[in-house]
């Protein structure tokens, strides 16, 4: 005969767990493979252009960056609203570039000197004056690699 | 019998890879380094007088770009989106027309055999000191564009495969076809402001 038990009280089974680690690790994983580190603290804030010949750039250890565009909010009483050229981790004005590129070059491996690319990331409303100017510094410093970093375009 | 080995407690394991994952969140940009990869001219040594270089009118084109970021291709106002069509004729030039750049013959082994082409061509992007930066990025990217198109075309009409498919020497030798050449001047004040 069917016996109703009451007074027992049933408790929920234990959920099994084991496998919980195993899935973080590979959204963990999946995360580490598609993304890359960021590079620096942006002291200032820019819009990629558009454009659809793009190339990407290999070898991250010969990429070098400078950024130029208008300081962010917290910098802005400091440094002005004025378009801004910051290299690594600090504003630099425009003569700083040619030394900073020579000493960035001479920590590589010779071989790899040459192979040294800069990375232009300028926001799209900057003026080509100041695009000229770091131009003409990457050309007394020897660096004519370049590359004007631009995101895909995808309607015209 | 062989001793029973206690089951490692694993139930931290699922915190300590959490936090991993989430300084992974945290620390990474999901954008990937993509740009118009160009090459500069090298410098001019100081003591070095600036010659003239004498290019044939005909070799040359000439592209203008205002502080209004409005476009002059040869003395007409162009937009931008005609630019490639007008670039790829100009680097062609397949009727040999005299307000184009001089074709020149020569062989280029197999399977190409004797192609014309125009050796000496060269593109002029000139840009004032208040050009916008991404109208100053859409005429480079359609200026490649025109080259990229074309060395594609050539690729696929004498090895039946995109130029990205080729192999290094193949792509080689249709660059030698189609050089690049795209001369930047020093900005200047055209005025318009």
Known sequence: MAKIRRNEKRE????????????????LFFFM??????????????QNPQA??????????????????????????????ETRIQLDDAFAEKNEIGEYIINER????EQDQGQMTVSIK??????????????????????????YAATQRTNY | MAKKIPAINASS???????????????????????????LPAPIPPDQKIEDTDINKRNLLVVKINSAN????????????????????FILNANDEANMPKLFEEDFGEPFGVLKYTKEHVISVQNDVDTQYQAYLDVQNELVAAYNELRDECARKYFHKGYNELDEDQQKRIQKIYPQKISEAEPKNYGGN
Request: glycine share 4%; hydrophobic share 40%; proline share 2%.
């Open chain 1, 12 to 27: 929920m089974p234990a959920l099994n767990t084991s496998s919980l680690p195993d899935i973080i690790f590979m959204l």
């Open chain 1, 33 to 46: 493979s598609v993304t890359s580190m960021k590079e620096v603290t942006y002291k200032v804030q820019f």
């Open chain 1, 52 to 81: 659809t010949e793009l190339t990407k750039l290999e070898k991250k250890s010969l990429v070098r960056y400078i950024y130029v565009g208008t300081p962010t909010a917290e910098f802005r009483k400091q440094y002005g609203a």
């Open chain 1, 106 to 109: 001479s920590s590589m491996k």
């Open chain 1, 122 to 147: 300028a926001d799209k409303e900057t003026r080509m004056g100041v695009i000229a100017d770091i131009k003409q510094e990457l050309r007394r410093a020897y660096a004519l690699k370049i590359s």
């Open chain 2, 13 to 39: 394991m699922a915190d300590i890879s959490f936090l991993l994952l989430i300084f992974f969140l945290v620390t990474t940009s999901m954008d990937v380094n993509q740009g118009l990869a160009r090459r």
């Open chain 2, 70 to 89: 409005q476009l002059m291709v040869q003395g007409q106002l162009t937009d931008v989106k005609q630019l490639r069509e007008k670039a790829k004729e």
